[in-house]
Every structure is written in structure tokens, then in C-alpha cells.
């Protein structure tokens, strides 16, 4: 088992920065591809970004692409996902999420344990 669990959720203003955080307990994380997804009201919930285990590859959503940056630290068990020129369309419930040989996977079937979830809230 996996523990999974977010902060650095909030309400910022269009164009700011807000940096998410999820540590993770249990089972070796390295073994883990981890990835942040998001779900907005009334839509699906939507892969943002994905790291591998060892924090060489990265793989980003085109919605977010040259804004938002994942990075793991291994030592500290815990993946970061530092958002930039947030906009409106951002706004949504982020969950990290774990999986082993998910990398390179869209779809949140590939994921095996999931955070509780934290509030992004861009206004215009």
C-alpha cells in the first residue's frame, strides 16, 4: 500500500504560481511512476503531468505545457508540481497519483493509489 497525500492547494489570481506537494508513504516510491491529475466540475478527471521513477522523463498535457513543471525527490518521498501563468481554465481538484509501469500511460486506470485531492482555484 501506497499513502498519498497532497498540499498547496488555494485561490490565486490569474497569472500567478501556486506549488503542489504530495508525500508519499509505505511502499518504496521509487518503484513509482507518479502523476498529477486534475478534474474540474461536470468533467473527467484528466492526466496533467507524469514523472518516472527515477525523475529522467517527464510527460505534459498540451494544456500545460511550458507552465507547469513536475519534479520528484526521491530522498524526501515526495513529487512537486510547481504551476505557473495560471489561468481560470486551471481551476480544478489536483490529485497525485502512483502507479508501477505507468508511465507513458493517459488513461487513470494505469494509476494504483490516489491522494485525497486539493483545491486549485484561479480567478480572472
Known amino acids: 500500500q501506497v499513502q498519498l497525500v497532497e498540499s498547496g492547494g488555494g485561490l490565486v489570481q490569474a497569472g500567478g504560481s501556486l506549488r503542489l506537494s504530495c508525500v508519499a508513504s509505505?511502499?518504496?516510491?521509487?518503484?513509482?511512476?507518479m502523476g498529477w491529475f486534475r478534474q474540474a466540475p461536470g468533467k473527467e478527471r484528466e492526466l496533467v503531468t507524469t514523472?518516472?521513477?527515477?525523475?529522467?522523463?517527464?510527460i505534459y498535457a498540451d494544456s500545460v505545457k511550458g507552465r507547469f513543471t513536475i519534479s520528484r525527490d526521491n530522498a524526501k518521498n515526495t513529487v512537486y508540481l510547481q504551476m505557473n501563468s495560471l489561468k481560470p481554465e486551471d481551476t480544478a481538484v489536483y490529485y497525485c497519483?502512483?502507479?508501477?509501469?505507468?508511465?507513458?500511460?493517459?488513461?487513470?486506470?494505469?494509476?494504483?493509489?490516489w491522494g485525497q485531492g486539493t483545491q486549485v482555484t484561479v480567478s480572472s
Open positions: 514523472i518516472n521513477w527515477t525523475g529522467s522523463s517527464t
Open positions: 497519483a502512483a502507479g508501477i509501469g505507468s508511465f507513458g500511460r493517459w488513461d487513470r486506470n494505469a494509476y494504483d493509489y
Open positions: 509505505g511502499r518504496t516510491f521509487t518503484s513509482y511512476t
